[in-house]
């Protein structure tokens, strides 16, 4: 069968069993991507017919890199970055969960709004964490306020607020365009002014002092900066010796999530990550890399056993075929061994 009758199908349809079957987030990119179907499916009958299909719950989410029960709590004071629970959960699903499960979460969150749930200020996150696809939906439903979005911090402005765990300032700094990359003052906690911080290795280091530093952190990540990335300077330091340092195993569990390599040592010391921290860091490093590497050989096996299954799926079976087209001569039943 072509593809002709199966969108014929759909037109006919009208969207509704479509989009129950493969979800909002596919529904709108079928809409986008087939001229005969722009028609049926534009984005105001997605939403819909959105609104028209049950909420589902949502099931038992993976830990990722933003706990929304942390960044609830942390901005508890600052109502400019309230977001109803609901849609601040799916939102981090889809931001910091795990990559094979973000159509899902996206699909959930097109529903919440869709259901009448308030985005408040999911858009300046969606700009923070620099997802412009996400700045679009959301302002969908409800445009951004611009007085809400502050102009772009001076590079000192933009560390002190991260040494001192300015949550709400390093939201707002991220939402207005703030460089993740730019090289801050010098190093002293620990090293002779050499080298010089990163926003990210700022955030490690308050960490152990600072209860906003590992939320910090993971919006940088989120951001796109590199947990890998070592400071400007001779030593290099990397973001995970400094959560190490500062004694923080919730920060080096979150990095070593976010991918952050264990091996690299120190220029002077020759110490790795797991040397230049105490017990606990120590352990949460160790922890967390064994998951990651559980996780990655999984997933490694889920991709070979699929392969090969779709290998031997395309492969024909000659010997088959062979007994199938040729002559079958009677049986004589001679050559056969009696049964014992």
């Not at 900066?225 to 001779?234: E, V």
């Not at 070979?304 to 024909?316: D, E, I, L, T, W």
């Amino acid at each position: 069968m072509g593809a002709s009758p199966l969108i014929g199908f759909l037109e006919l349809d009208g969207g509704a069993r479509t989009l129950e079957f493969c979800g909002p987030t596919l529904a709108t990119r079928l809409g986008q991507t087939c001229v005969s179907l722009t028609e049926v499916l534009p984005w105001t009958a997605v939403r819909t017919l959105c609104a028209s299909l049950p909420l589902q719950q949502s099931p038992a989410l993976q830990a990722g890199l933003l706990d929304p029960d942390a960044l609830t709590i942390a901005t508890v004071h600052d109502r400019s970055l309230q977001i109803e629970a609901p849609l601040l959960k799916v939102l981090c699903s889809v931001v910091g969960g795990p990559a094979m499960q973000t159509t899902r979460h996206l699909d959930e969150l097109v529903m919440l709004l869709a259901h009448g749930v308030s985005p408040g200020s999911a858009s300046i996150y969606a700009r923070a964490l620099r997802r412009p696809g996400l700045v679009t939906l959301f302002e969908r439903f409800v445009p951004v306020n611009e007085e809400l979005i502050s102009t772009v911090p001076t590079t000192e402005r933009f560390f002190e607020d991260i040494f001192t765990g300015n949550l709400p300032a390093v939201i707002s700094a991220l939402a207005a365009g703030v460089d993740i990359s730019v090289d801050g003052p010098k190093i002293f906690d620990g090293d002779v002014g050499c080298c010089l911080w990163s926003p990210l290795s700022a955030a490690a280091s308050a960490s152990g002092r600072r209860l906003h530093g590992p939320i910090i952190a993971a919006l940088l990540m989120l951001a796109r900066a590199d947990c890998n990335r070592p400071c400007t300077g001779p030593c290099g330091l990397t973001p995970l010796m400094h959560g190490a340092r500062s004694g923080s195993a919730e920060l080096c569990a979150l990095l070593v999530r976010a991918g952050a390599d264990v091996r690299p040592r120190h220029a002077g010391t020759r110490c790795t990550a797991l040397e230049m921290g105490t017990k606990v860091t120590e352990h949460a490093i160790r922890a967390e890399r064994d998951v990651r590497a559980a996780t990655a050989l999984a997933a490694a096996s889920r991709a070979s056993v699929a392969k090969s299954g779709k290998n031997r799926a395309m492969r024909p079976n000659l010997k088959a075929l062979a007994n199938l087209f040729s002559p079958q001569e009677p049986s004589t039943g001679k050559g056969r061994r009696k049964a014992r």
